[in-house]
């Protein structure tokens, strides 16, 4: 219960920080207001997930989301927690596709 409770709060904040600190920055031909904050929700959500993984380093992986396609970009300790962080990100609703650019450390 409160692993529950700690990853919504964890979701709102980082989603209440994107939007605050970016507010309505969405370039013309780029895309919509609300593809924009579709795309938020989903970073959020995968970034989530991944902070209740602890096979997943939250931390040392940045997610990126634009018109549903998550790009995963940073570090793993292994090709097992690579795969692991592509794994949560195909399987977050709304997303389209994964883009897996984390690189393995030896």
Known sequence: MQKTTRAITLSVLMGAAVLVTTGCAVVRDQQSVGSYVDDSAITTAVKAKMAEDKSVSAT???????????????????????DRAESIARNTKNVR???NSIVVRP
């Open 60 to 82: 040392a992986i940045s997610v990126e989301t634009l018109k549903g396609t998550v790009q995963l970009s940073g570090f793993a300790k292994s090709q097992a927690e690579k």
């Open 97 to 99: 596709a994964v883009q």
